[in-house]
């Protein structure tokens, strides 16, 4: 999910803290999620983002006109998504089978990613979050997806009711769910001791004071201070935000840095504390010497939960193989290996005892149907209201 110009204090009369500083990630799995000004612009929001175009909208969705995707090999797969996303061995399967080749690029927000599609660049396969696939598809900027011609589709629709109807894309017409993840506190059991106390408070533990970090991501860290003081995780009300910026402030003694780069951070004892993806947590366990060192636990006063997503762009040269690879990477033997690659559950039925398994030891990295069903997805506000958000984070980052 740009950078915000540092603002004063809301309330000047509150001591302020030095500047905490935003520490450069390593390559990880999963990159730095911001939602600003900056891409509302770029996406030409209107009264609400739910119900926004882009600027230059996309043809529209083949039910108004465009001609369903004819599910054939038409060419080579142009692939756009996080980097280390899907397994060497995975892709260089469907290259054999299909006679085709795999051309990635990578994007490192969701920010970069509308971007390239904004410039004209064209690709046949785009990994939006939940909430960027509401705004892509209202800016009719994504093909449909026929689920009849997507075979393994069953496997996601039959096992999880959520994402037969998810509130980002009715009907899931121009989606299928990649990855579902949740966020939480990960820490070191060796530096802090082997239990937190369950709560989004812990990340003021006086233990940890000056190793802790959050992530660099605007709605997850609004998001944990509003669950704290039990808002709505996505709140745009100018009252609540001011709650939660001092809220924040009072965390701001104990922060290390902002960094999404949560395992990295733990592995090399950077962090002692660190707010946490799940899914990064679990990739963790295949590079960490004694699991046993590390927790991940999630708040009782909720856990943000969010999904990535299969979409074929409007404009996709070969919107035929990208169908082909959605149904190839649904086939259970192929889910299975990517889980254990990325370390992200995938929302196939009969693969879940292979996600339980990676996670034994972070049996709270888990994420049911149940989970999906706490409404605690990031949404999509007004353009006022994601102004407010906007400089809520500003505020939060300059201290």
Request: proline share 7%.
């Amino acid at each position: 999910m740009p950078s915000e110009e540092p603002s004063s204090p809301r309330h000047p009369t509150v001591p302020t803290v030095p500047t905490v500083p935003t520490v450069p990630a390593a390559p990880s799995r999963r990159s730095v999620l911001r939602a600003g000004a900056a891409a509302a612009a770029g996406l030409g929001l209107g009264p609400t983002a739910a119900g926004c175009g882009f600027l230059s909208p996309g043809p529209a969705a083949h039910e108004d006109g465009r001609e369903p995707i004819d599910v054939k090999v038409d060419g080579d797969l142009v692939y756009f998504n996080w980097a280390d996303f899907v397994a060497p061995d995975v892709f260089a399967g469907f290259e054999k089978e299909y006679g085709v080749k795999v051309i990635q690029s990578n994007f490192d927000s969701m920010e970069g990613m509308v971007a390239k599609l904004n410039a004209g660049n064209r690709y046949d396969i785009i990994f939006p979050t939940a909430k960027w696939a509401q705004r892509l598809a209202a800016g009719n900027r994504l093909h449909r997806i026929d689920h009849s011609k997507v075979g393994n589709a069953e496997s996601i629709l039959g096992s999880y009711a959520y994402f037969a109807d998810p509130w980002y894309d009715a009907g899931s017409r121009h989606t299928l769910p990649f990855t579902m993840y949740k966020t939480g506190i990960g820490w070191r059991k060796d530096k802090i001791g082997d239990d937190l106390g369950g709560s989004w408070d812990d990340l003021w533990n006086a233990r940890a004071k000056g190793r802790v970090f959050v992530l660099d991501d605007r709605d997850e860290v609004l998001g944990l201070a509003a669950l704290k003081l039990g808002l709505d995780v996505s709140t745009t009300e100018e009252d609540d935000l001011g709650r939660i910026t001092e809220t924040l402030r009072s965390l701001r003694p104990h922060l290390r840095g902002f960094s999404s780069d949560s395992y990295n951070n733990l592995l090399n004892g950077n962090a002692a504390m660190t707010q946490a993806w799940s899914g990064d947590m679990a990739a963790m366990l295949g590079q960490a010497e004694d699991p046993s060192v590390f927790g991940f636990q999630v708040a009782r006063e909720g856990a943000p939960v969010n999904s990535d997503c299969y979409a074929i762009p409007s404009n996709a040269r070969h919107p035929g193989t990208a169908m082909l690879f959605i149904d190839y990477m649904l086939r259970p033997e192929n889910v299975k290996r990517n889980i254990a690659y990325i370390g992200y559950p995938m929302p196939v039925g009969g693969t879940e005892d292979t996600y339980a398994a990676l996670v034994e030891p972070f049996p709270e990295c888990l994420v049911s149907a149940d989970d999906l069903k706490d409404d605690l997805y990031f949404r999509n506000g007004t353009a006022k209201g994601e102004q407010a958000r906007d400089s809520a984070w500003t505020r939060v980052k300059a201290g």
